[in-house]
């Protein structure tokens, strides 16, 4: 089924509250799809517009595409209160997730394990887990979105980036987090323009993490451990990054091959420090 409009319908108490499958060029716009199972639901889907539908307070996710839906926009939604994440895409590339509001879940706001896609303009705050996670993918653009007040455990991180390369990480807020922005054990990685303040444990860290990686131009105050960190990252360039109010503003460890240039470091406990470590 191919061209199909999906706009306006209400549906509560299903097992699915909307429901596409092997479909082509379909808009499921301004549904109110609440206190289901999944809210809205997407599988093997392509060139398919979801926007302006709110998907709240489901026993799952509140918006689901998977099973190789590609080129697909998901914009305008509203997913908060659901049981898992609000936003969940795997095995589902060249989307774009952008200006959507995935708040108070018990999972991740927004989960993405799916290549080619750009996460842009969203607001994920106050979910159990992540903000905003990235898996095992690349060629991801995660720009300007907005992320506090998650992780209400040590795992919790405003925006999480997990084994995955060629990430743009640009132009981000993650204030009052447990971790502010986290990348682990993944590679080409531009971090630019981000801002991470008022985190619980760290700013923005860098972990496990070799390549060509660069810090440019971050900020990072008043966090209560690590501003800006790295641990066990050879091969990366830290340059222009502000760095205030923090235990350590800039530390490194175990890690090799780093060039630190033209930062910034004032009013921490310790404004640089190098533990361990080589260039």
């Known amino acids: 089924s191919n061209n199909n409009a999906v706009t306006g319908n209400t ?14 060029k379909c808009t499921v716009t301004g549904n109110k799809a609440n206190n289901n199972n999944i809210g809205i639901d997407l599988y093997n889907m392509t060139k398919c517009t979801v926007t302006g539908n709110t998907a709240n307070y489901n026993a799952n996710n509140g918006i689901n595409l998977y099973g190789s839906s590609n080129n697909n ?11 898992n994440d609000g936003i969940y895409l795997t095995g589902s590339s060249y989307c774009n997730i952008s200006a959507n509001i995935a708040n108070k879940n018990t999972g991740y706001g927004i989960y ?6 750009s996460v842009m303009g969203n607001t994920a705050n106050n979910n159990t887990n992540s903000g905003i996670d990235i898996s095992n993918t690349r060629n991801i653009n995660v720009t300007g979105n907005t992320v506090n007040g998650n992780g209400f455990n040590s795992v919790g991180v405003g925006i999480y980036v997990y084994n995955s390369n060629n990430i743009l990480v640009l132009s981000n807020s993650a204030y009052y987090n447990y971790n502010g922005i986290r990348l ?15 985190n619980i444990c760290d700013g923005i860290t860098l972990d496990v993490s070799d390549s060509n990686n660069t810090m440019i131009g971050n900020t990072v105050c008043n966090n209560s451990r690590y501003g800006l960190s790295l641990f066990t990252s050879n091969n990366n360039t830290i340059t222009g990054n502000m760095a205030k109010y923090d235990d350590m ?10 060039n630190v240039t033209g ?15 080589g260039y």
Do not use: P
């Not at 993405?112 to 896609?117: A, K, M």
């Not at 682990?184 to 991470?196: C, F, H, P």
């Not at 503003?249 to 780093?258: E, L």
């Not at 009013?267 to 470590?277: V, W």
């Open 11 to 24: 549906a509560g108490n299903n097992n699915e509250g909307v429901y596409l499958i092997n479909s082509k």
């Open 263 to 277: 930062n910034t470091a004032n009013y921490n406990d310790y404004g640089f420090c190098i533990y361990n470590a």
């Open 112 to 117: 993405l394990f799916s290549e080619q896609s």
């Open 73 to 83: 926009s998901v914009t305008g939604n509203t997913a908060k209160n659901n049981t």
């Open 249 to 258: 503003g800039i530390y490194i460890k175990d890690s090799n091959y780093v």
């Open 184 to 198: 682990y054990s993944s590679n080409l990685i531009n971090m630019t323009g981000n801002t991470a303040n008022n």
